[in-house]
């Protein structure tokens, strides 16, 4: 997507050979007209998959998920990281381990919010280890709804999240997949979507 990419080279920044910083407009302060953007592409790219929730973990997660369920018309449910007074009762949970933290926490949907007859698609803001999307993932499957697939805003493709999600026999659309960080240099692979829009 490429007003995602140009927003990445020239607002985002680099800390690391793995760590990307990108607080400026989407996982600290938000740029709304981005996300109506980025809500608009998923929709576009799962248009006609039935989809009936989107699913997606707090908190960075949720202003791409609403903005693509605006556009879809559909419910957005978010997992909680943290406990809650209101929600203690009939909850689906997933253990999910945080390579930055080095520690595992239960991520927990109300089961009252996804049935089997729902059709979910999973949204985050990025794709990394993928032990977010996987947690998620279980906690879809545990309520026996369907996945259409993933809705990523920013994969590292360097890491294997993406391959195992894919192993998994998931779709996966990732709007920006980097490559490299090394050097302080933002490299991006050029996806399918991106060949066709450098075609158009």
Known sequence: M?????KIKNDGSVLSSS??????FLNHQIDPDLMNEIGSEFARRFSGSGITKIVTIES?????????GLHLQV????????????????LITASVYSFTK????????????????????????????????????????????????FGIVIEKGFQDGGRLLREEGYRVESLAVIHSLKNGIVEFEITEEGKAELTR
């Open 2 to 6: 490429e007003q995602l990419i140009e």
């Open 19 to 24: 760590i990307l910083k990108v607080d400026s």
């Open 60 to 68: 960075s997660g949720i202003a791409p998920a609403v903005m693509a």
């Open 75 to 90: 419910p957005v449910v978010f997992a909680r990281k943290r406990k809650s007074l209101t929600l203690v009762n009939d």
């Open 102 to 149: 080095q520690e595992s926490n239960e991520i927990s949907v109300s089961s009252k919010f996804l049935s089997e007859n729902d059709k979910v698609l999973i949204i985050d803001d990025f794709l990394a280890n993928g032990q977010a999307a996987l947690g998620l993932a279980e906690i879809v499957n545990k309520a026996r709804a369907s996945i259409a697939g």
